[in-house]
């Protein structure tokens, strides 16, 4: 039977590998577009902090545009994108540390619970007290440890004997994971903690006045490994009674702690969503720019 | 989304394993598109040699795949793939597997070409296969296309043809096993026709796979296991 003559011709045994997927040098640059809102999920139901077209200013220079996000009780929010796109500035207004630059200006509506952050009313040393912060730097004060997470509970007059000031301490530090390592010299400097120890004291000082906000401004950049894993251990321990706003740098260390990631690009807060959906099926093309190091 | 949008990757030694793992893909893909070809035309001709080509063929595969695999580990290991390159890791590494089946397959209607040359021709099915055959090879081309250019609309066309070949597939089964009934005689040499569809039938449920892979790495949405107007909807949609 001579049925190969009939096989369809041009279907014999063509070589896909002669013929590259895309040509990637021919694809025009396109312009890049902006959402005009931020995609995704920037809402949630009963917002620990709301906040509502925030603008910040440095002189005449906008920093951050328009930007509207919620961040949940009891939830890690992931800030990231390219350096300089207004992830940390927008991270300081939060508890008003951008109060300290003259220059600064901030705009729109940032409520902590039903509270107007920049209410001329609000006693920003108070606030301070409930939304916390953590540096990129570990910071301690030139003082022993124990003097170091006493600090605030002392300013904020929330231990009156001896006693309910050391149990504060050690469940600050416990908190934070330290305990066990310095619980022998607590008297010693905190200045002599190696860099990793020196990040958990500053988390034990923050977590010492019970705040219901941290924030946290790249707090493993410093760190070697080891360290980052035991404070991302810890940030997933203190989303049981705190809520965290993460900025970072590490995208892997965006996708282990966080439960949303929001994407920053040039003050514009162009995408939050589930961390899941953001690392693998980000909704806008910046993000899955960045996302897979495209640019940044 | 189109993931050339921003063009090349800032670290170009992930450019060069990304290319790498996509042309070394696109190599196996043809390697395999050949093997079936050749099973099939070894088939209706029988032809001994091309047959045994086939059978040859499957050592070459094996390695690719072997090699794609370990590139994909590499690249998960050290780059941490995100988004897009995340999805084209796990869609190369899933599709790899489905090629070296349908090698796997393109083997077995070697080995009845072989067995039919010596046995000599079975009287009837030569029609069914040469259909079915086109069908199929389409299919893989199709699948391999839409991998090529990110075409999800390509890759839910074949998954819509892999239903069709299951009809004819049934009908074609019916029609034999009826003539079997009338002439016990022929039965081993319609059963190496049977086997053969039944290999090729395989063919296209791979090729469908292959393109289920693809529009999971373009949508980024699995529509395995599901109808296929609930898959339309997730490409259109």
Same mark, same amino acid.
């Given at each position: 039977?001579?049925?190969?003559?009939?096989?369809?011709?041009?279907?014999?045994?063509?070589?896909?590998?002669?013929?590259?997927?895309?040509?990637?040098?021919?694809?025009?640059?396109?312009?890049?577009?902006?959402?005009?809102?931020?995609?995704?999920?920037?809402?949630?139901?009963?917002?620990?902090?709301?906040?509502?077209?925030?603008?910040?200013?440095?002189?005449?220079?906008?920093?951050?545009?328009?930007?509207?996000?919620?961040?949940?009780?009891?939830?890690?929010?992931?800030?990231?994108?390219?350096?300089?796109?207004?992830?940390? $500035?927008?991270?300081?207004?939060?508890?008003?540390?951008?109060?300290?630059?003259?220059?600064?200006?901030?705009?729109?509506?940032?409520?902590?619970?039903?509270?107007?952050?920049?209410?001329?009313?609000?006693?920003?040393?108070?606030?301070?007290?409930?939304?916390?912060?953590?540096?990129?730097?570990?910071?301690?004060?030139?003082?022993?440890?124990?003097?170091?997470?006493?600090?605030?509970?002392?300013?904020?007059?929330?231990?009156?004997?001896?006693?309910?000031?050391?149990?504060?301490?050690?469940?600050?530090?416990?908190?934070?994971?330290?305990?066990?390592?310095?619980?022998?010299?607590?008297?010693?400097?905190?200045?002599?903690?190696?860099?990793?120890?020196?990040?958990?004291?500053?988390?034990?000082? $923050?977590?010492?006045?019970?705040?219901?906000?941290?924030?946290?401004?790249?707090?493993?950049?410093?760190?070697?490994?080891?360290?980052?894993?035991?404070?991302?251990?810890?940030?997933?321990?203190?989303?049981?009674?705190?809520?965290?706003?993460?900025?970072?740098?590490?995208?892997?260390?965006?996708?282990?702690?966080?439960?949303?990631?929001?994407?920053?690009?040039?003050?514009?807060?162009?995408?939050?969503?589930?961390?899941?959906?953001?690392?693998?099926?980000?909704?806008?093309?910046?993000?899955?720019?960045?996302?897979?190091?495209?640019?940044? | 989304?189109?993931?050339?949008?921003?063009?090349?990757?800032?670290?170009?030694?992930?450019?060069?394993?990304?290319?790498?793992?996509?042309?070394?893909?696109?190599?196996?893909?043809?390697?395999?598109?050949?093997?079936?070809?050749?099973?099939?035309?070894?088939?209706?001709?029988?032809?001994?040699?091309?047959?045994?080509?086939?059978?040859?063929?499957?050592?070459?595969?094996?390695?690719?795949?072997?090699?794609?695999?370990?590139?994909?580990?590499?690249? #998960?290991?050290?780059?941490?793939?995100?988004?897009?390159?995340?999805?084209?890791?796990?869609?190369?590494?899933?599709?790899?597997?489905?090629?070296?089946?349908?090698?796997?397959?393109?083997?077995?209607?070697?080995?009845?070409? #072989?067995?039919?040359?010596?046995?000599?021709?079975?009287?009837?099915?030569?029609?069914?296969?040469?259909?079915?055959?086109?069908?199929?090879?389409?299919?893989?081309?199709?699948?391999?296309?839409?991998?090529?250019?990110?075409?999800?609309?390509?890759? #839910?066309?074949?998954?819509?043809?892999?239903?069709?070949?299951?009809?004819?597939?049934?009908?074609?089964?019916?029609?034999?096993?009826?003539?079997?009934?009338?002439?016990?005689?022929?039965?081993?040499?319609?059963?190496?026709?049977?086997?053969?569809?039944?290999? #090729?039938?395989?063919?296209?449920?791979?090729?469908?796979?292959?393109?289920?892979?693809?529009?999971?790495?373009?949508?980024?949405?699995?529509?395995?296991?599901?109808?296929?107007?609930?898959?339309?909807?997730?490409?259109?949609?």
């Amino acid at each position: 039977m001579d049925t190969a003559e009939k096989l369809d011709k041009n279907a014999s045994g063509r070589n896909h590998a002669e013929e590259p997927m895309i040509d990637l040098e021919e694809q025009p640059m396109q312009e890049t577009r902006y959402p005009e809102h931020t995609v995704g999920t920037p809402f949630v139901d009963d917002p620990k902090m709301r906040l509502r077209d925030v603008d910040v200013f440095y002189g005449d220079n906008q920093a951050i545009h328009k930007v509207s996000l919620d961040i949940g009780k009891n939830e890690v929010v992931a800030l990231i994108g390219p350096s300089g796109c207004g992830k940390s $500035t927008f991270l300081r207004s939060l508890n008003r540390m951008n109060d300290t630059i003259d220059i600064c200006r901030v705009t729109g509506e940032l409520f902590l619970e039903d509270q107007d952050l920049y209410d001329p009313k609000m006693d920003v040393v108070e606030l301070r007290a409930r939304v916390g912060m953590v540096f990129q730097k570990p910071n301690p004060f030139p003082k022993s440890i124990y003097d170091n997470v006493a600090y605030g509970p002392r300013l904020h007059g929330l231990a009156n004997k001896k006693y309910e000031l050391d149990e504060i301490v050690e469940t600050s530090l416990r908190k934070a994971g330290l305990w066990d390592e310095v619980k022998d010299r607590l008297h010693a400097p905190g200045t002599g903690l190696s860099g990793g120890q020196q990040q958990r004291l500053c988390i034990a000082r $923050t977590i010492a006045v019970s705040p219901e906000v941290v924030l946290m401004d790249e707090p493993c950049s410093a760190l070697d490994p080891i360290a980052t894993a035991k404070i991302e251990e810890l940030i997933d321990e203190l989303t049981e009674s705190y809520t965290i706003a993460i900025v970072t740098h590490s995208m892997q260390q965006a996708a282990r702690v966080s439960n949303r990631t929001a994407y920053f690009h040039l003050g514009r807060l162009i995408e939050v969503n589930d961390t899941e959906t953001v690392f693998t099926k980000p909704e806008h093309e910046l993000t899955e720019a960045y996302i897979t190091g495209r640019f940044g | 989304m189109d993931r050339t949008y921003f063009g090349q990757h800032s670290s170009s030694q992930f450019n060069e394993a990304l290319e790498s793992i996509r042309n070394h893909l696109m190599e196996m893909g043809g390697l395999v598109e050949k093997q079936v070809v050749d099973a099939l035309d070894a088939l209706l001709r029988a032809d001994s040699d091309l047959a045994e080509k086939v059978m040859q063929a499957e050592d070459k595969v094996d390695k690719l795949e072997i090699q794609i695999d370990e590139e994909c580990a590499r690249v #998960l290991a050290l780059r941490q793939p995100a988004a897009s390159d995340l999805r084209l890791i796990i869609a190369v590494t899933k599709a790899v597997s489905d090629l070296e089946r349908i090698g796997d397959e393109s083997a077995k209607i070697a080995a009845m070409a #072989l067995q039919l040359s010596e046995e000599g021709e079975s009287p009837r099915g030569y029609v069914e296969v040469r259909h079915i055959g086109n069908h199929v090879r389409n299919m893989l081309r199709d699948s391999l296309d839409a991998f090529a250019r990110f075409d999800a609309d390509k890759a #839910l066309d074949v998954a819509a043809e892999d239903n069709e070949v299951d009809l004819e597939y049934r009908s074609a089964m019916r029609s034999l096993v009826t003539f079997m009934m009338e002439d016990p005689r022929a039965i081993s040499r319609v059963l190496n026709i049977i086997w053969s569809l039944r290999a #090729l039938e395989r063919i296209g449920d791979h090729a469908r796979n292959i393109a289920e892979q693809v529009i999971f790495l373009v949508k980024g949405k699995d529509v395995r296991h599901i109808s296929m107007d609930e898959m339309e909807e997730k490409v259109k949609g």
